[in-house]
């Protein structure tokens, strides 16, 4: 059973481009959390979906950020027309269900999205 | 909302020395409460986990936390590290029968000495 898979693990954007990374979960989880970790700093919620759901994105920019979780397929979080302070690390957990079920969060390795 | 407080951004310990890494959270409602470790261009694995039951709640490396309710802690040792323990650990909050969103604290960094 793989474990959280994301890709790529290393993005350079230049300003103005778009960044799109991929989070696979593990097999039978239904759940997707997005964290993003700047440097010095802790991780922070970014949004919270299932299946086809976003369920929470309190912790989501308002603008130039987006993400979902088709029936198929892995969740995207993408990221408008970058910016220099969008450079951090962005990890993805995934999670077999929510509640009393979803008490630990399975995390892929992160992407390092670096933006020049 | 729950949040969490790690107050040490920076530990530094010789090797075969004891360590607590200190965490304290805020929350209206119980919680279930986590230790991830961060190696290195690593993402997180959980390192250990409190749900219910016994307070003292132990890993399979030799780490262990004691949930304290009335100091709303949950405190990580160990009684005499490693080289290889160097790293950065995050303790995590989240609010039993809630949405289950983990709210971390702001990391760690365990540095051990030769």
């Known amino acids: 059973n793989a474990g959280v898979m994301q890709n790529p693990r290393h993005l350079v954007r230049r300003r103005g481009q778009e960044a799109r990374l991929r989070c696979s979960p593990m097999?039978?989880?239904?759940?997707v959390y997005w964290y993003r970790q700047l440097p010095e700093e802790g991780l922070k919620f970014m949004v919270y979906?299932?299946?086809?759901?976003?369920?929470?994105e309190s912790g989501m920019p308002k603008e130039r950020f987006s993400a979902e979780f088709p029936k198929e397929g892995p969740s995207i979080l993408r990221i408008q027309q970058v910016v220099r302070g969008d450079s951090a690390a962005y990890f993805c957990a995934s999670s077999p269900a929510g509640g009393v079920l979803g008490t630990e969060a399975f995390f892929g390795q992160g992407t390092r999205l670096t933006v020049v | 909302a729950q949040s969490v407080t790690q107050l040490d951004s920076q530990v530094p310990v010789f090797e075969e020395a004891p360590v607590e890494l200190r965490c304290n959270y805020s929350s209206s409602v119980s919680v279930y409460l986590f230790w991830y470790v961060q190696y290195p261009n690593q993402g997180l694995q959980l390192l250990l986990k409190?749900?219910?039951?016994?307070?003292l709640v132990e890993s399979i490396n030799g780490f262990e936390a004691e949930f304290n309710k009335s100091q709303t802690s949950f405190h990580l040792r160990k009684p005499s590290v490693h080289i290889s323990d160097t790293a950065e650990y995050f303790c995590a909050v989240s609010e039993s029968g809630g949405s289950y969103i983990p709210t971390f604290g702001r990391g760690t960094s365990l540095i051990v000495h030769p």
């Open positions: 979906l299932q299946k086809e759901n976003i369920i929470d």
């Open positions: 409190y749900l219910s039951g016994s307070t």
């Open positions: 097999k039978g989880h239904s759940h």
